[in-house]
């Protein structure tokens, strides 16, 4: 059976996801985790470097079918309420990818922080952490 795809369920990914996040110089200042479709899940940022007060990743989810279930379907990087970057989890899921699906999404958002921040993207691969239950 399928299970709904919600990254920020997945301690691992979020761990590298703030370790990518690290690299680059901006630190995770909080992460709220939204129980609705009709709002976004928000992981609030800061970077020192920079002057802007608002910098988050906001996770956009959709309703399956049954209506009982929901699960990502975007997820945009915002420099004070401005669309920088979106990731659009459904046409990853179309594509073949070289790598598991958290990891893609953890490392394009990496990606297109530190172009944001103007620094440069780490040259190693993300490491999930693989934790019980997730």
């Given at each position: ?11 691992g990914a ?48 959709s309703w ?71």
């Amino acid at each position: 059976m399928n299970e709904p795809f919600l990254f920020l369920s997945d301690a691992g990914a979020v761990d590298a996801l703030s370790k990518g996040l690290a690299q680059i110089g901006v630190e995770v200042t909080d992460l709220t985790d939204s129980h609705t479709a009709y709002s976004p899940a928000v992981m609030c940022l800061f970077c020192p470097r920079l002057n802007e007060s608002s910098l988050t990743i906001d996770w956009y989810r959709s309703w399956w079918p049954d209506g009982e279930n929901q699960e990502d379907s975007r997820v945009t990087f915002m420099a004070n309420g401005e669309e920088v970057h979106t990731v659009e989890i459904g046409s990853l899921l179309r594509e073949k990818l070289s790598q598991p699906l958290r990891q893609e999404i953890a490392e394009r958002l990496v990606s297109a922080v530190a172009q944001h921040v103007g620094q440069q993207v780490p040259n190693k691969k993300l490491q999930l952490t693989s934790y019980a239950g997730s």
